[in-house]
C-alpha cells in the first residue's frame, strides 16, 4: 500500500496530481467533440504550433501560458482564414502550418544553446507544475467546462448534422471558431502535463478508447474522463518510481488503456458472434 | 404566507421556451392581475420567429441564382416558382439538374447570388421554425454515439433555442413521430445500427417531429425497401391533409404522378417545360 500512499508526502507530486487530474478531465471532454467532429488533426496541428509561442515568452522572459495561448489561437484563426480560398484544401494547410510553425520553434530555440528547457517545452513536465501555473489551469478549465456543459445539446447537433445545425438557424462557423478556440486553450492547458509533441494523444487517445466500449455519448464522455485521469496519474506514479519522463510515461499509459479497451472490445465481439 | 402566495403584489415568472400562445395560457392560469412572464428563449437565428402569414403562398421564387462558390458557375438561375400553402409539389429531374440545390437554397445551407426566396410571406431568416429539409441519408455521420429518440428531438431544437434541455413534451413529440413511421421499437438503437431503410424513416421522423408546414424531401424514396415507400407514402398523404406543403423531389414520379397536384421539370440548373 505504502507504493501508492509513499510519492503523496512531497508537495510537488500532491500538485502534479491535482494538475494531472483537472488537465485530464478538460482534455477528455473536449477531446469527444474534437474526435466526433474528425478535428483529431486540427488538434495535432495546433500543439505543434504553440512551441514557438512559448520559446518567445521564455526569451522574453514573459508568461508560456500566454505565449502559447497566443501561438496555438492565431494558427487556428490562421488556418481558418487561409482555407477560405478554395484552391488551398484545409487539410493541406493542417498539415502544412504545424510544421512550418514548428520547425521556428526550433528555429529559436537552436539560438539558445539550452536543451534541458527544449526538452521540458517538447514533452512536458507536470513535476514541475507551481502553484500559479496550478491556478491558470483550474481557471481556463472551469470555463472550459462551464462553456461544454451550457452548449452540451448544440455541440451534439451539430456535430451529428452539422447541416440541419444550419437549417434551424445556429451560427455554424462562430461555432466551429468557438470549437477552435477553446481547443487552443486546453493544448495550452495539456502543454504543461505532456508537453507540444505529446498533447493531442491526451486530447485523442482515452476517448478513442472510451468509444471503443460504448455508444451512448455521455456515457462515452465520463469514461474518457476517467480514462485521461487514470493514464495522467497512473503516469505521474511511473515517472516517480522509474525516473521516466512524465509526459511520455502519461501517454503511455493512456496507450496502455486503450490496447486493454480494444482486447475487451475484440473479445467481446468474438463472443458475440 | 399563503395569502401572500394566492395575491402577491407582484409575480414574476419564468418560462422556458413556448411561443406566444402558451404565454397567455400561462398568464391566464395564474389569474394574477400583476404578473411578469419572463420568457427565457433564445432563438438560434437573430431575428424573432414570425407567425405565418396566411395570405402569403408557402414558397414564392423569383429569379433565382445559386452557385457553389463565389465565382463558379451557376448551379441554378433565373428559376421563378409559387407554391401555394396545402399543395404538393413534384421536383422532377435527373441527377445533377440543382433538386438539392434548389432546396439547400430555399433552407438556407447556400448563399442566394440572384433573385428572392420567401416563406410564408416571410424572409427564411424569420421562418427557420417553419420549414424543414430532409437530406439525403449520406449526409448525416451515422457513426456519432447516439440513440434514434436523441437523433429525432433534435427536430425540437429550433423552438428550444440556447440553453433550454428538451422537456417530457419534446420527447413525446418525437416518439409520436417514430410511430407514425412505423420505427418506435428502435428509439433506443444507437443510429449505427439501421439499415438504409431505417434510417430514412428516422430522418423523416425528425422532420416530422419539428412540425414544420413546409417540408422539402430530397429524394424520400431513393434506394428504400417496399414497406418504407409505403409508410412514407402513407405519411406523406396525412401531412397533405393537415394542410401542409410538401415538396418531393424524385426519380419515380411516373408511378406517384397521382400523389402530386403539380410537377416542375428541372433540367442544367433550370426549369423546363415538357
Redesign the interface.
Known sequence: MHYLTDPFQYQFIQRAIVAAVIIGVLCAALGTFVVLRRMAVVGHALTHSALPGLVIAYLMGASLFAGALIATVLTALGIGFLARDENVYEDTLVGMVPNIMFAFGILLISTTKSFRDLFSMLFGNILGVTDVDLHLIMLISAVSLIVLFLFYKELKLFSVDPNYAKTIGMPVKFMHYGILLFLSFTVVVGIQAVGTVLTNALLVIPVAAARLLTDRLGVMMVLSCIFAVLSAIGGIYLSYYFGSASGASIVMFAALIFAVAWVYKFIYDYKAK | MSRLWRDPAVAVIFVGGGNDNDLLKIYRKTCLTNAIIFNMKF???HHRHSTPDPQAPALEIQGLGVSY?SEGKFALRDFDISVPAGSALALVGPNGAGKSTLFKAI???LPIRAGSIRVFGHPL?AC??R???L?QRS???WY????VL??VV?GR??Y?G??N??GRRDIEIARHALKEMNVLDLAHR?I?KLSGGQQQRVLIA?ALA?NADLLLLDEPLNAVDVTTRQTVAEVLHKIKAQGKTVIVATHYYAQEEGRYDKAVYLKDGQKCII
Open positions: 432563438p438560434y437565428c462558390s433552407c438556407g445551407l431568416d427557420h421554425h420549414v424543414v429539409y437530406p449526409e448525416i455521420d456519432f454515439p447516439i440513440s436523441d437523433l433534435m431544437y429550433v428550444l440556447w440553453f434541455r428538451p444507437q449505427s425528425r419539428q
